[in-house]
Every structure is written in structure tokens, then in C-alpha cells.
């Protein structure tokens, strides 16, 4: 749905404002505010309603994406969706995204006769330090401040860490429309995903679910008894991965490591009729990983895992390296749960057999296990959660665009996708040279409906995005069909390979609520 173009024209830059205003003295008065005005609220209409009864002319500056760290997964509202909001405001006359942290640049470029402030921030006399300064800046050309009543005061982070809106296809068109793109390039994507070779290293797991019925507890011991009702396994870990590139399009080479056991047999039937080629390495010293849960009446009660966590000897390692050598695939994924293949021996001389010119993506799990993404560096595209980031950089502090941020720069990849669960994912990407307009960053909100098993949704963001990246090299198309398809993998329990009809229909429920059910 397009924005009304009255309303977008609105939107300029400080200088295009200071050429529209023409410079002081006026005849027309000019009054600025500021602020980040994640979520708009009563609060806020009131603060503009009255600082445009004291001038002819609103201008509302906003504070842009990458200097708001005021909280974990702030701002909310993306800034060009903030902008359009403001915009709407048949008081407000011009809305400026301020690039710079604050808006001193803006204030001495603009030169509005009225700065407008909230009462907190100095009409009781304590003038707050950053108002200060934009005082002193305001002094320089003449302007002054009027503080504005505070019998109104609402708090952005109190609506969204109580209960945040729902946004995502809000944010997604936003962002769709600042780049040019539509969902029907996101059906094109699928289609060139077909084709794309990739050669998928890494451990398999086999997930078992038992499921079972409580009979009751033990009455001299605090023991469940629970009556056991029916058991399957699914291929999980790497093993997954390559199913799900498979489903997706791709045509997938699995090379992993696996005990010489009756799941060995299992794995090794499933990936053949899922069209996976496997180059099974045989360690009869482990057996094959197996991570049996217990359920009952949809609780996990306990996770019983059956593995050996040792890393791989130097000849198994020698097999799996030469079959990284070998495979000419388009796309190499290392897929790292930390079971035995990938560790700070075997990563480099891994890294080194990759054919030269090969797209390459890792995703380094720390569930249980001490897997770091940063052993994987100058990679094509990273995918860790947040959790993961926090490991790997030793911070439990920052919030969360800074700590993507900081992963970005020391990971030295192309793309990183940083998954937060439900609040979606944030994008970091190298920018090509010369294309200063393109977002450094940008978030994708989580498009699932109803959480039934979250469990591989990551697996599943992974393929899509991967296969999106090499097809499209958009980093905006991978992380929204990643998105989508982890959307679908929690729809669904157990992990099990998404389609690209799944993704499709995704698209095509989106499609549908963007149309307000209307096709």
C-alpha cells in the first residue's frame, strides 16, 4: 500500500528544510522539534499540537535508527516508517531523519526561531546537560527554547516493553519501498533458487521425540511415571540444513561424520530420499549423535543425548577436508554444533580446502556446546543468534544494534543476520562503493502466526536466506524469505524441511493482509 504522496514529500533532508524556510529573519515563524518518536503517542500529539500554535512553520527532526541504544531491540518502529508517521500529522509541515547522534547540526543548519522541548527536560528550571547544548547552539543564531506543558507525558518504552504492537508487515512494506522491491520479487527469488549447487558441511544430530502420557508421580521419590506412547526421529543438526536447501530448490552434498550404528542406516536412508548426496565419513570410535526428548501432554519433561563430543581424529579430519576440496559446488555452509567436526584445530585447515571463489556461509550453535562464529571469519554471510553474539564477543551489556554492530566488524563479514527469536532478525551488510543511500542495517520483525515448535526455525532461516543471497545478492530479499521460512518452520512440529510452496504460501498470506484480506 503506497504512502500518499502530499505525505512524502514532507520528508527532506535539513538543508532542503533551510532552502524551503529561506533564511532569518522570517516573515513566517519556524518552530523545531526533536526527538525519536518510536511509538507516537498522546504525549507526543500534544507536545506538536503546541509548539505549532507558537510558530507558522513544524518541523519534527527524528533521531535516526543507528544512534538509538536506549534499550534492548530499540527503536521499535524503524526511522523511515517514523518518519512517515510524523509526516502524517496535518500539523506537522516537514519531517528531517537526523543522521548525525544529535541535533546540533541540524538546529545551526535549519536556524528555527523556536526550538521546542518537553517540560522534562527543563521547564522546571534543572535544564538537563544535552539541552544545554542545544541552547548554546540555538544561542548562536538567535533562536530560543520554549519548553512545552507537562500535564501530558507518555512513555514510548513503556507501551513497547508492556506490550509492543504488532508491525511487521508495516515495517516490511517500509522497508520494501525504501529499497525498491515488492513481494513479488520475493516469489522471483524461490524460482532462481533452483540450480544453486551447495555443499553443506557439518554434524549430523538425530532428534528423537518421545512422546508419552503422565500416569502420575512416585510417592517416596519425586519421580514422574509416564506411559510411553509413540517414538520418531527426525535427521536434525547439519543434517537438516541440507534438507531444507533441498526443499527449497537446491541441489545439496552433505559431507558429515557417523558412527557405524543402526542411525547411521536411518540418517543415511532419510537425506537419499530427500535427493541429498551424502559423503558419510564412518568413525567407529562414536556413535551417531542422537538427542532423544520426552514429552507429555506438549510439556518437554527431559532430554536424554546420546553422543561424543570428542573432536574428530586427524584421519577423519583428512576425509572430510578432502571432500571439501573436492565438491565444486557454488555455496559452501559450515554448519557448527560443536559435536566433534568443527574446533580451533580443524576450522583452518577446513577453511583453507574451500575452492576458491566459493560463496561462503557458517553457522556456529552454542546450545550446549562452546561453538564461536568468530572462528569463521571473512565469511560470505553469518547467521548467529543473540546469544550466540553475546559468546562469542564476551558482552552481556549492550543492547542489541550496537552488539550486532560490534560482531559485524570483528566477524569481517560481507552479511551478517543476527536471529532474535521472536523480535525477527537484524541485518548488517557491506554496502557497495559509492552507494551511501543504502542502509548499513536494517530489522526484519517475525512474520509467525502461532508458535506451535521453534525449534530449527534458525535452520531454516539459514537455507533461505543462503540460496537468497547468491540468486539475488540482496541481502533485504534473504532475510525476509529467511524470515518467512522460519516462520514456517515454527508453525509446524518438529524439524522438518521447509518447501518453497510453504514459503510461497507465506508470502501469499502476507499478501494477503497487506490487501486487508482483499486478492
Known amino acids: 500500500m503506497k504512502v500518499d504522496a502530499k505525505i512524502m514529500d514532507k520528508i527532506k533532508t535539513a538543508a532542503e528544510v533551510a532552502a524551503l524556510i529561506g533564511p532569518r529573519p522570517r516573515e513566517r515563524k519556524v518552530i523545531m522539534c526533536h526527538g525519536t518518536f518510536d511509538i507516537v503517542h498522546p504525549g507526543h500529539v500534544r507536545h506538536l499540537l503546541y509548539a505549532k500554535s507558537k510558530a507558522d512553520v513544524l518541523v519534527v527532526t527524528l533521531t535516526s535508527d543507528e544512534h538509538i541504544a536506549k534499550a534492548n531491540f530499540r527503536p521499535f518502529v524503524p526511522d523511515q516508517l517514523r ?102 520479487d520475493m516469489r522471483s527469488a524461490l524460482d532462481g533458487f533452483k540450480g544453486i549447487t551447495v555443499h553443506v558441511v557439518g554434524d549430523t544430530i538425530v532428534d528423537g521425540h518421545t512422546q508419552t502420557t503422565l500416569i502420575g508421580g512416585n510417592t517416596k521419590t519425586p519421580t514422574f511415571s509416564v506411559r510411553f506412547e509413540r517414538q520418531k526421529d527426525y535427521v536434525g543438526g547439519a543434517g537438516i540444513v541440507a534438507k531444507h536447501l533441498k526443499a527449497a530448490g537446491a541441489d545439496v552434498v552433505f559431507t558429515t561424520v557417523l558412527g557405524d550404528d543402526r542411525l547411521k542406516e536411518f540418517v543415511l536412508k532419510d537425506l537419499a530420499e530427500a535427493g541429498v548426496r551424502i559423503n558419510a565419513v564412518i568413525d567407529r570410535t562414536r556413535p551417531t549423535t542422537h538427542k532423544n526428548v520426552f514429552i507429555a501432554g506438549g510439556y518437554r519433561l527431559l532430554k536424554v543425548d546420546t553422543l561424543d563430543n570428542r573432536a574428530i581424529s586427524g584421519r577423519i579430519l583428512n576425509h572430510v577436508r578432502d571432500h571439501v576440496a573436492a565438491e565444486k559446488a557454488g555455496v559452501v555452509v559450515f554448519s557448527d554444533f560443536r ?61 542489541v544494534r550496537p552488539l550486532a554492530l560490534k560482531l559485524y566488524e570483528q566477524a569481517e563479514c560481507k552479511t551478517l543476520m543476527l536471529k532474535l527469536g521472536e523480535r525477527g532478525m537484524i541485518t548488517y551488510r557491506s554496502t557497495p562503493d559509492g552507494a551511501a543511500d543504502v542502509r548499513a542495517f536494517f530489522v526484519v520483525d517475525s512474520f509467525t502466526d502461532r508458535v506451535v515448535d521453534a525449534v530449527g526455525s534458525g535452520d531454516a532461516l539459514l537455507a533461505y536466506a543462503t540460496l537468497a543471497m547468491v540468486s539475488t545478492k540482496s541481502a533485504v530479499i534473504a532475510s525476509v524469505l529467511g524470515a518467512m521460512a522460519a516462520a514456517v518452520e515454527c508453525e509446524h512440529d518438529g524439524n522438518v524441511p521447509v518447501e518453497a510452496a510453504d514459503v510461497r504460501a507465506k508470502l501469499d498470506h502476507i499478501q494477503k493482509m497487506i490487501n486487508y484480506g482483499q486478492t
Do not use: C
Open 339 to 399: 559435536h566433534g567436526i568443527f574446533n580451533r584445530s580443524t576450522i583452518p585447515p577446513l577453511i583453507a580446502a574451500i575452492p576458491k571463489g566459493t560463496f561462503r556461509v557458517a553457522d556456529s550453535q552454542v546450545a550446549t556446546r562452546w561453538g564461536n562464529i568468530l572462528d569463521f571469519k571473512g565469511f560470505d554471510l553469518i547467521t548467529p543468534n543473540e546469544r550466540e553474539a553475546r559468546f562469542s564477543l564476551g558482552d552481556q551489556d549492550s543492547v
Open 83 to 184: 518518519a512517515v508517521n510524523l509526516a502524517a500529522f496535518e500539523m506537522v509541515d516537514y519531517v528531517v531523519v537526523d543522521p548525525e547522534p544529535k541535533p546540533l547540526q541540524n538546529l545551526k543548519t535549519i536556524q528555527p526561531d523556536y526550538f521546542a522541548k518537553g517540560y522534562e527536560y527543563g521547564g522546571d528550571g534543572n535544564i538537563d546537560p544535552r539541552t544545554q547544548e542545544e541552547m548554546d547552539a540555538l544561542a548562536g543564531f538567535g533562536g530560543e527554547v520554549i519548553f512545552t506543558p507537562g500535564d501530558v507525558v507518555f512513555s514510548s518504552s513503556a507501551i513497547i516493553e508492556g506490550s509492543p504492537p504488532k508491525l511487521a508487515i508495516e515495517k516490511l512494506l517500509a522497508l520494501l519501498e525504501a529499497e525498491n522491491l515488492s513481494l513479488s
